[in-house]
């Protein structure tokens, strides 16, 4: 019985780090709370399998294309973002439905949630 528990821990976690990939193309939905959107920064990114990235960048009618490097890390839900100019930022990824993350960004202004959505899932 207890060896049959362990199996079923072991496939579970496996199954939550395998279906937690952050490689892709995902577009913001929603910011919350809004009046902190330009903080969280990001209107869309696409993380490649080589830990590059490649975002969009809204802030009022100023819109710029940041590139760099990333790291992700699926047991703990954080992603380090490393921009080629600027500072590094760093993100808690909280996965909820097929194709659907909240990034959780705290900084200087507070927390900030974005609402982000894989772009082949919509």
């Known amino acids: 019985m207890r060896r049959r528990l362990c199996i079923t821990?072991?496939?579970?976690a496996l199954n939550v780090v395998a279906?937690?990939?952050?490689?892709?193309?995902w577009k913001t939905v929603r910011v919350a709370p809004?009046?902190?959107?330009?903080?969280?920064?990001?209107?869309?990114?696409t993380f490649d399998d080589e830990g590059f990235y490649l975002a969009t960048v809204?802030?009022?009618d100023?819109?710029?294309?940041?590139r760099g490097?990333?790291?992700?890390?699926?047991?703990?839900?954080?992603?380090?973002?490393?921009?080629?100019?600027?500072e590094p930022r760093t993100y808690r990824i909280r996965f909820r439905a097929p194709?659907?993350?909240?990034?959780?960004?705290?900084?200087?202004?507070?927390?900030?949630?974005g609402v982000m959505q894989r772009v082949d899932e919509e």
């Open 69 to 86: 490097k990333y790291e992700w890390n699926a047991w703990t839900g954080r992603l380090e973002v490393k921009p080629r100019e600027g």
């Open 99 to 113: 194709g659907r993350a909240v990034f959780v960004l705290r900084g200087e202004h507070g927390v900030v949630r």
């Open 9 to 12: 821990a072991v496939l579970i």
């Open 19 to 25: 279906g937690c990939s952050i490689e892709g193309e």
């Open 34 to 45: 809004e009046r902190l959107a330009d903080a969280f920064a990001f209107t869309a990114v």
């Open 58 to 60: 809204t802030r009022g």
């Open 62 to 66: 100023r819109q710029t294309n940041p």
